[in-house]
């Protein structure tokens, strides 16, 4: 039986994968057949470990450092993967942070824009530097993630980020619409509240408590459970999603 699941033969790049989401998501990738590039800024160690996890397995991944809001490093990103597994079939664009929560009468233009940068910016950078080899070969996946936030506006203090990551739904749908014709997909996933290192620095233990009492499914989520959707997205099992933002949040939001 064929398993439309087999990422063998494929690369991915999946940014800011040093902890939760993303390191989860390499390692998945790597597990469903996939050469991963692990990119992170500052968290070398969680992105060696995530690399070491792969290779104990058998699979092939490489860690590579790099600011995805400046294009020479995204740039020479790129040509790292490239050099090292060949071109990039499969782009997980997941760096980004809330860096700190501040109301509106408290939020700098500095600190807006380095918001706005980390999370969206970074996203086109790397979706740009990886589609001209696409649009070439007529293949490929990109895979946003971007956050419950984007839709409901996020919590308070997070007008910034919430802003950023509506912005990556809007751009995963104009994205969508202009590289589907050369059989490029686009998509995103869209997390709830899931445990990681993001809610253990912004959301306090009564928070969580209290986002889970309300989440229908009786729990926050965990980053392995993105992360299987994220691949799901990537396969050839999601060939004919195109521009859909799918929602991994146990009910918390239902569109």
């Known amino acids: 039986m064929r398993n439309y699941f087999d990422l063998s033969g494929k690369v991915a790049l999946v940014t800011g994968a040093g902890s939760g989401i993303g390191k989860a998501t390499a390692i998945a990738l790597a597990e469903a057949g996939a050469a991963v590039a692990i990119n992170y800024h500052r ?10 996890t792969i290779i104990n ?22 040509a790292e ?9 499969i782009l997980v664009n997941n760096a980004g942070s809330l860096v700190e929560r501040l109301r509106l009468l408290e939020l700098t233009e500095e600190r807006w824009d380095e918001v706005i940068n980390l999370n969206l910016k970074s996203a086109f950078l790397c979706a740009q530097a990886v589609a001209a080899s696409m649009i ?9 993630v971007t956050s419950i936030a984007g839709r409901n506006g996020g919590a308070l203090g997070s007008i910034h980020y ?23 997909r686009v998509n995103a996933v869209s997390p709830g509240v899931i445990d990681t290192p993001f809610h253990e620095q912004f959301s306090t233990p009564e928070a969580m408590k209290n986002f889970a009492n309300i989440i229908p ?33 146990g009910g918390m939001l239902m569109e």
């Open 43 to 52: 968290n070398e160690a969680g992105a060696t470990d995530a690399k070491q």
């Open 57 to 78: 397995a058998g699979g092939r991944a490489l860690t590579i450092q790099a600011d995805v809001t400046k294009s020479a490093d995204v740039a020479r990103m790129v």
């Open 81 to 89: 993967t490239v050099a090292a597994f060949g071109p990039v079939d």
């Open 136 to 144: 070439e070969r007529k293949s490929g996946a990109i895979i946003n």
């Open 162 to 184: 919430s802003t950023a990551k509506g912005g990556m739904i809007t751009m995963t749908k104009g994205l969508a619409k202009e590289l589907a014709p050369s059989g490029v």
């Open 217 to 249: 499914l009786g729990r926050v989520g965990k980053s392995e459970e993105v992360a299987r959707t994220i691949v799901y997205l990537a396969s050839e099992a999601a060939s004919f999603l195109i521009g859909e933002t799918i929602e991994v949040n």
